[in-house]
T-cell receptor, first 113, second 112 residues
């Protein structure tokens, strides 16, 4: 059983650019959630996908979008990057909907200059 | 609007003593509460949870206490060990199918 992996580990972008972050869930996990953790803050829920459909969204603008694929991989896309988007982005996978039983990946550190 | 509050950014405890991490919440509709532990360069890992119908849940050295009337929960670690040095997040959820809302975290330092 492999854990949750994320790529890349670190990323530097400039304001206005677009970025795609990737996550590979644990095999058999139907749900993936994405979180943004700004410096000194706790993880903040962005959205969740269950069996390739969005299953809940936090207070983030539409320029944050996602995809979940049948092979347990998923993407977080952020358009028109802003300086405040600099954060650690975490994905977490679980078998059921919701946040219970979720396993987190190590995160992608995004810096927007 | 912080629905889950951890008012102590950091806490230092002597090895072998009890560590008590506190958490307050504002939404009385929360039904489940969780604690996560995070080491640097790793994602948070689940520690222990408690549902609102209980006031205590124990798992080895870790015990969580819930006081619904005060909207307060605490995590007790006894005895504290060096490997317990980490950031601890308190989190809450309306139900098992809903999103999890995290506090800002408390950094625990276990002193030798």
């Amino acid at each position: 059983e492999t854990g949750v992996t994320q790529s890349p580990t670190h990323l530097i972008k400039t304001r206005g650019q677009q970025v795609t972050l990737r996550c590979s869930s644990q095999s058999g996990h139907n749900t993936v959630s994405w979180y943004q953790q700004a410096l000194g803050q706790g993880p903040q829920f962005i959205f969740q996908y269950y069996r390739e459909e969005e299953n809940g969204r936090g207070n983030f603008p539409p320029r944050f979008s996602g995809l979940q694929f049948p092979n347990y991989s998923s993407e977080l896309n952020v358009n028109a990057l802003e300086l405040d988007d600099s954060a650690l982005y975490l994905c977490a996978s679980s078998y059921d909907r919701g946040g219970f039983g979720q396993f987190f990946g190590p995160g992608t550190r995004l810096t927007v200059l | 609007d912080q629905q889950v509050k951890q008012n102590s950014p950091s806490l230092s405890v002597q090895e072998g003593r009890i560590s008590i991490l506190n958490c307050d919440y504002t939404n009385s509709m929360f039904d489940y509460f969780l604690w996560y532990k995070k080491y640097p360069a790793e994602g948070p890992t689940f520690l222990i949870s408690i549902s609102s119908i209980k006031d205590k849940n124990e798992d080895g050295r870790f015990t969580v206490f819930l006081n619904k009337s005060a909207k307060h929960l605490s995590l007790h670690i006894v005895p504290s060990q060096p490997g317990d040095s980490a950031v601890y997040f308190c989190a809450a959820s309306l139900n098992r199918d809903d999103k999890i809302i995290f506090g800002k975290g408390t950094r625990l330092h276990i002193l030798p």
